[in-house]
């Protein structure tokens, strides 16, 4: 601790910022998880997400992410697959000095914006807003990126709290140059691997001949109750010729990630697979093949499959994940589509959600199209006839 952080601003406490920083170094060097440090820098800051991410600079690969607060894991698995693509702030974060920290306010106006695909069709709709962040050089290459972000509808950090962002940030980048000098940086689970522990659906991780190299707590337990069974490393369905046409998709959309994966759109290498024997009800298995330049090597440094199960269950709400997963649809499409589902008005949707009615009739329009429906009444009726797309996931804002 040095002199200037016993002076704190009064939005933290001293001894609230003692507690924060011990967590950083205790986390740096494996002691403890990232968990509690980046949960208490979201409260003392009222914070949507605090991240950290650290990339290797010279391959572009993600070595780790850790998060706080409450951001959904479906958002962060959907960031990695894909929107990291086309995030305007990269370019910010990479392109500033070490140590230098970013506003996103400062740079994006409203209108860029309202006309951002990233942030119209992914950023807000899973409830993010403003972000301010740092990155952090260390040696051999390596960056770690410390951002704090607040969720829609609230302010930007002020003058007070990006003191703390700062102050908090230079403890970040020191606490991992001691992860370096013990050798531990690199010494981490898959960052993607990681995001997948947190996700309530089973997902298993698949290899080019379809073997398993990673299955998160949800699919062991559908393993553990014979849901589905593993044969020689290998995901196997109840059914023959659902196992058949599952092997068949994996294979399919493998294939289709690996021809100029640059060149193809990710739509193209994600496959559905219904199945129903060994489940209580019917299930949809949604296949996406990654090309490890696609997702910053997060998954490892070979193309892989992820396998998401959805099963049929009892539930007050379509899940939009779900939906999204099931039909092709951006966060922002998929939340107009349940809502629709649910007897909502578009000018409704619109008031909720913040968007010109335009806007939001662009997106059912595009909706209706990828579902192959034409009017409200059928996207509502294929939607809420569909056991599969019920569970428990993202609500308004972010929020489940």
Same mark, same amino acid.
């Given at each position: 601790?040095?002199?200037?952080?016993?002076?704190?601003?009064?939005?933290?406490?001293?001894?609230?910022?003692?507690?924060?920083?011990?967590?950083?170094?205790?986390?740096?060097?494996?002691?403890?998880?990232?968990?509690?440090?980046?949960?208490?820098?979201?409260?003392? #800051?009222?914070?949507?997400?605090?991240?950290?991410?650290?990339?290797?600079?010279?391959?572009?690969?993600? #070595?780790? =992410?850790?998060?706080?607060?409450?951001?959904?894991?479906?958002?962060?698995?959907?960031?990695? !697959?894909?929107?990291?693509?086309?995030?305007?702030?990269?370019?910010?974060? #990479? =392109?500033?000095?070490?140590?230098?920290?970013?506003?996103?306010?400062?740079?994006?106006?409203?209108?860029?914006?309202?006309?951002?695909?990233?942030?119209?069709?992914?950023?807000?709709?899973?409830?993010?807003?403003?972000?301010?962040?740092?990155?952090?050089?260390?040696?051999?290459?390596?960056?770690?990126?410390?951002?704090?972000?607040?969720?829609?509808? !609230?302010?930007?950090?002020?003058?007070?709290?990006?003191?703390?962002?700062?102050?908090?940030?230079?403890?970040?980048?020191?606490?991992?140059?001691?992860?370096?000098?013990?050798?531990?940086?690199?010494?981490?689970?898959?960052?993607?691997?990681?995001?997948?522990?947190?996700?309530?659906?089973?997902?298993?991780?698949?290899?080019?001949?379809?073997?398993?190299?990673?299955?998160?707590?949800?699919?062991?337990?559908?393993?553990?109750?014979?849901?589905?069974?593993?044969?020689?490393?290998?995901?196997?369905? /109840?059914? !023959?010729?659902?196992?058949?046409?599952?092997?068949?998709?994996?294979?399919?959309?493998?294939?289709?990630?690996?021809? =100029?994966?640059?060149?193809?759109?990710?739509? =193209?290498?994600?496959?559905?697979?219904?199945?129903?024997?060994?489940?209580?009800?019917?299930?949809?298995?949604?296949?996406?093949?990654?090309?490890?330049?696609?997702?910053?090597?997060?998954?490892?440094?070979?193309?892989?499959?992820?396998?998401?199960?959805?099963?049929?269950?009892?539930?007050? /709400?379509?899940?939009?994940?779900?939906?999204?997963?099931?039909?092709?649809?951006?966060?922002?499409?998929?939340?107009?589509?349940?809502?629709?589902?649910?007897?909502?008005?578009? !000018?409704?949707?619109?008031?909720?959600?913040?968007?010109?009615?335009?806007?939001?009739?662009?997106?059912?329009? /595009?909706?209706?199209?990828?579902?192959?429906?034409? /009017?409200?009444?059928?996207?509502?009726?294929?939607?809420?006839?569909?056991?599969?797309?019920?569970?428990?996931?993202?609500?308004?804002?972010?929020?489940?």
């Amino acid at each position: 601790m040095t002199a200037q952080d016993a002076d704190a601003p009064q939005s933290m406490t001293p001894e609230a910022f003692d507690a924060i920083v011990g967590d950083i170094y205790r986390a740096a060097v494996g002691v403890t998880g990232w968990q509690q440090a980046l949960d208490q820098v979201a409260a003392a #800051l009222n914070a949507w997400n605090v991240h950290l991410m650290g990339l290797d600079l010279s391959t572009g690969v993600m #070595l780790f =992410s850790h998060e706080g607060g409450s951001p959904p894991p479906q958002g962060t698995l959907d960031y990695i !697959k894909e929107w990291h693509r086309v995030d305007p702030r990269a370019n910010l974060v #990479l =392109s500033n000095p070490s140590g230098r920290w970013y506003h996103c306010h400062e740079h994006f106006d409203e209108d860029f914006v309202a006309s951002s695909p990233f942030y119209r069709d992914f950023l807000i709709p899973y409830g993010m807003r403003y972000t301010s962040g740092a990155r952090f050089d260390l040696p051999d290459g390596v960056c770690v990126v410390f951002s704090a972000s607040r969720g829609v509808g !609230k302010q930007p950090y002020n003058d007070a709290e990006r003191m703390i962002l700062q102050r908090l940030g230079e403890h970040v980048r020191q606490a991992f140059a001691l992860r370096v000098a013990v050798g531990a940086v690199h010494n981490t689970a898959l960052a993607g691997h990681m995001v997948l522990h947190k996700l309530q659906y089973p997902v298993f991780v698949l290899d080019r001949q379809c073997a398993i190299v990673f299955r998160n707590e949800a699919a062991e337990r559908l393993v553990s109750r014979g849901v589905v069974y593993v044969e020689g490393g290998r995901l196997r369905l /109840r059914g !023959k010729h659902e196992d058949a046409a599952f092997t068949a998709a994996s294979k399919s959309a493998m294939v289709s990630a690996e021809c =100029s994966p640059e060149s193809r759109p990710a739509q =193209s290498q994600q496959r559905l697979v219904r199945c129903h024997e060994g489940f209580d009800g019917s299930a949809l298995i949604h296949l996406a093949a990654i090309p490890p330049a696609q997702a910053m090597g997060a998954f490892g440094s070979s193309a892989v499959t992820i396998a998401t199960v959805f099963q049929a269950r009892q539930c007050i /709400r379509i899940d939009p994940f779900a939906v999204s997963q099931a039909y092709g649809l951006t966060p922002a499409e998929a939340r107009v589509a349940v809502g629709i589902a649910e007897n909502k008005t578009v !000018k409704a949707l619109a008031r909720q959600y913040h968007v010109e009615i335009s806007t939001l009739r662009t997106q059912l329009h /595009r909706v209706f199209e990828k579902i192959g429906v034409q /009017r409200q009444s059928e996207l509502a009726q294929v939607l809420s006839s569909n056991p599969v797309l019920c569970g428990g996931g993202v609500l308004e804002n972010g929020h489940s």
